[in-house]
């Protein structure tokens, strides 16, 4: 349908509790435009998850989808192009693990972040199914961090500080300095 403009770090809708979507929203005309522009948006610019909020939209919905096999995920496993409504986020493992994060809401910018491993996630399908996906591993870092979005909240809110373990650069940067693989056991993500 429509390429969005992404609203950027700074702008208020990214910082709003998105609302839920009634039943009679979820197949209607509006919304199915929403997911198409979602996706027409999410290709454009070359992530694997969008937001509702990333494109002015203050509902709880979301996309996410990318193959494994792809240079820029290669082993992350895959993911087809999943539409989660209202989607609720359960931890099933808390024990850390770390990826490298980056986010089309905060363009040029990377950061180190840890999240929990294991997670199930309910949520409605847009033909207003009852879904739940379990994640583990990568997977669980891209279903976190684009339901974040839904309660205003931005991967480097969730940057761990300390002296000399903060991990935060930009892209030329971390392209350059090859970061990613200057980690144990961290990856990357960009949505």
Known sequence: MAIRKVARMGHPVLREKARDLRPEEIGSPEISDVIRDLLDTME???????????VHESVRLAIIGFDGGSSRYPDMGSLPLTVFINPVITVLDPAPQAFWEGCLSIPEIRALIERPRKVRVDFIDETAQPRSITAEGFLATVLQHELDHLDGVLFVDRLRTEPGRTRIAFTEEYVRY??????????QLED
């Open 178 to 187: 090859d970061l990613a693989n200057s980690e144990p056991g961290a990856g």
């Open 44 to 54: 454009e610019y070359r992530g694997i998850g969008l937001a509702a909020p990333q």
